[in-house]
């Protein structure tokens, strides 16, 4: 009971972060019906920019957590939302209006590009940070085994929560949050009614990368490396739960990554830690064959 | 207010627009008839510019929007009832129309929402149901009323009237007269059923095959010979 309750503590974690990642995904292919392979990436420069933050501030001399906190998630949020809007300008909106596949060879082309960018810059080495928020307390102790919740889950849970939160309810209540359903669900309509689609389309690479820049900050603060390689298998995990939630669906993202991230984790707790991603895939192809849809997403809205 | 010249459009090879003549003054109801394909629909779409030109000229109180992207075009005070409605299905009655009020001041906003609850008084009941639910007459209410929020100086209309039922239908035509006498909107109609549309309107143009083959005053076409043969009779 005790192990258990250590591994949904540890699953509603790693969830979080893949449901910050699955939310760009799912916004960008509710607006342009593409899935942006080069999010990931721009998740893993989240990361990266995170790192040199915190690393600089130590060395001005900035240590008190909070404000430290709240700098970099600033900083990483900015500087990653601008490499979304760049990669959407670059990449795909030049492609706009051609074949399916233009775009998606172009996205895969962005992400490798990214990659090795970043490679370059940073080197092809595993980049370690000093331990940011420390300890945590126990929660109760069953059977010799002592479940542990660190400071740090609880911050990344908490803060996923308030930013989940509040981005349901811009998308809901905003003007540019029914600009983006708007073009979701008949782009040209839009259009034709004043909005500026190529600007909310933007708008959706953007937003989506400032969630994916803190999931970044917060993977660096939960594990203390950061790698090149890392944009990688967390996107196609994050993919895994946007597809899983509904792809286009908000919730679905957020719910889809939630799972993803307990199959992980109990999967390696109580099976094999070698088989844990086939383990995601093959609870993705389940739920396809019994609800093409996703476990939230709207059937496809017939097109006039 | 509208001037289309030498107007050219294509969907890949498909040339829907083969060189396009037509005006619209302000203040007139014009009616465009003509048989399914002619390339209507492409037109009013192509006013709005999607698709964009091949070639031609556009010109809204005398200046060009040719060129212009859509949202532009809109903000200058054309608006769109598309065919086919294109109401989001996934949003509320409410949202539809606040949408549709992009292009207009924020503080006109109330007014205009009390305006059009005014003339169709379905949609204030409906207002948070979401348009997917509604029946076909009250998305196309919901259409022409979401085109109304823009504070538009011109009104496209294409075929209003297409699948409802001979009452709502006109209620309908009813409607298109009302907003063009009392509020001053210029009408460019695009419809099927020519004999009200010939009716209701000013004048009228014929198209077929991408081109405008005939024009007149409603009468004039009414009256036409070859119009009753291809689109009155038995139509
Ligand atoms: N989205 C489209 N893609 C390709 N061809 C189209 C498209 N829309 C219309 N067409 C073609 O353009 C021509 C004119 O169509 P349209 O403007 O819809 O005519 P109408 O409204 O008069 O029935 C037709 O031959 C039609 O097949
Ligand atoms: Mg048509």
């Known amino acids: 009971m005790a192990y258990f309750l250590q591994q949904l503590i540890n699953g509603i974690t790693l969830g979080a972060i893949y449901g910050l990642i699955a939310i760009g995904y799912t916004m960008v292919y509710g607006i342009i019906g593409m899935i942006n392979f080069a999010h990931g990436e721009i998740y893993m420069i989240g990361a990266f920019i995170s790192v040199i933050c915190f690393t600089a501030l130590g060395l001005l001399g900035i240590t008190w957590v909070p404000l430290a906190l709240l700098i970099v998630l600033v900083i990483a949020m900015v500087f990653t939302a601008v490499y979304g809007w760049t990669v959407e300008r670059i990449a795909y909106r030049p492609l706009r209006g051609s074949s399916r596949l233009a775009p998606l060879i ?29 300890g945590g307390f126990i929660l109760t102790e069953m059977d010799g085994f002592a479940v542990h919740l660190g400071y740090i889950q609880i911050f990344i849970v908490f803060l996923t929560v308030v930013l989940m939160a509040l981005f349901s309810v811009f998308i809901a209540r905003t003007d540019i949050g029914r600009a983006q359903r708007a073009c979701e669900q008949d782009r040209t309509m839009a259009g034709l009614l004043g909005v500026n689609v190529d600007r909310t389309i933007s708008l959706a690479f953007v937003m989506g990368a400032a969630l994916a820049a803190v999931a970044g900050t917060m993977v660096v603060l939960y594990y203390g490396v950061v790698h090149f390689y890392i944009g990688f298998l967390a996107g196609i995990k994050a993919f895994t739960a946007a597809v899983l939630g509904g792809i286009g669906s908000l919730p679905g993202a957020m719910l889809g990554g939630l799972l993803i991230g307990l199959i992980e984790v109990f999967w390696s707790a109580y099976f094999t830690i070698e088989y844990k991603d086939v383990a995601a895939y093959s609870i993705l192809v389940l739920v396809l064959i019994f609800r093409p849809t996703g476990l939230l997403g709207k059937p496809e809205v017939e097109k006039v | ?182 509020q001053e909107v210029t009408i460019f109609l695009v419809e099927q059923n020519a004999y009200h549309a010939l009716r209701l309107a000013d004048r009228g143009y014929v198209m077929a095959n991408g081109r405008i083959v005939l024009k007149g005053t409603g009468a004039e076409l009414l009256a036409d010979e070859g119009v009753r043969k291809a689109y009155l009779e038995g139509g």
């Not at chain 1, 960018?117 to 370690?128: C, E, N, S, W, Y």
């Not at chain 2, 060009?64 to 992207?69: F, V």
């Not at chain 2, 085109?147 to 035509?173: H, N, Q, T, W």
Request: with cysteine; proline share 6%.
């Open chain 2, 1 to 182: 207010m509208l001037k289309v010249s030498g107007l050219r459009a294509a969907y890949g090879p498909v040339e829907a627009l083969q060189g396009v003549d037509v005006d619209v003054d302000a203040g007139e109801i014009v009616a465009l008839i003509g048989a399914n394909g002619a390339g209507k629909s492409t037109l009013l779409m192509t006013i709005c510019g999607a698709p964009r030109a091949r070639s031609g000229r556009i010109e809204f109180d005398g200046r060009d929007i040719t060129r212009l992207p859509t949202f532009e075009i809109v903000r200058l005070g054309i608006a769109q009832v598309p065919e086919g409605r294109r109401v989001f299905p996934h949003m509320t009655v409410l949202e539809n129309l606040q949408i549709g009020a992009t292009p207009a001041e924020d503080s006109y906003f109330d007014d205009d929402l009390d305006r059009v609850f005014a003339m169709f008084p379905i949609l204030e009941e409906r207002r948070h149901q979401s348009g997917g639910t509604l029946s076909g007459g009250e998305q196309q209410v919901l259409a022409i009323a979401r085109a109304l929020m823009s504070r538009p100086r011109l009104l496209l209309l294409d075929e209003p009237s297409l699948g409802l039922a001979p009452l709502v239908m006109k209620r309908i035509f009813e409607i298109i007269k009302e907003i063009n006498e009392s």
């Open chain 1, 106 to 134: 172009s996205a895969i082309g962005m992400s490798i590009f990214l990659q090795n960018d970043v490679q370059l810059l940073q080197g092809a080495r595993i980049k370690p940070l000093q331990p940011v928020i420390e």
